[in-house]
């Protein structure tokens, strides 16, 4: 499975982006996707994730409290692609945006697949 996410920019606070991770490969294998965001001198967090199981969606999704309200993941199992819709943004969002699945390998076992992620700057 490859991730690629697009949507990144500069943006003013208070304004809204739309971030999108694009699957390929055996994405009927896609367990979870997640976004995740890493702000300098930070370690990595999660933003939200949502439940995808082959073709059909759970429609759980699971979002730090810091975006709640704010930020919604959403999905288009038939693209493979992922979204993070982000409004209301503050200069604290400010980050590299990872995409990130878990990946069914067997029965047992999951591998954890990462893009290489998007740069989000939102200007006071």
């Known amino acids: 499975v490859y991730l690629v996410e697009s949507g990144g920019g500069l943006v003013q606070s208070g304004g809204s982006l739309r971030l999108t991770c694009a699957a390929s490969g055996s994405t009927y294998q896609i367990k979870t996707m997640a976004w995740y965001r890493q702000a300098p001198g930070k370690e990595r967090e999660l933003v939200g994730s949502?439940?995808?199981?082959?073709?059909?969606?759970?429609?759980?999704?699971n979002y730090a409290d810091s975006v709640k309200d704010r930020f919604t993941i959403s999905r288009d199992n038939a693209k493979s692609t992922v979204y993070l819709q982000m409004n209301s943004l503050k200069p604290e969002d400010t980050a590299v945006y990872y995409c990130?699945?878990?990946?069914?390998?067997?029965?047992?076992?999951?591998?954890?697949?990462w893009g290489q992620g998007t740069q989000v700057t939102v200007s006071w």
């Open positions: 949502i439940r995808i199981d082959g073709r059909t969606s759970y429609g759980g999704t």
């Open positions: 990130n699945a878990e990946v069914v390998v067997s029965i047992e076992a999951t591998v954890t697949e």
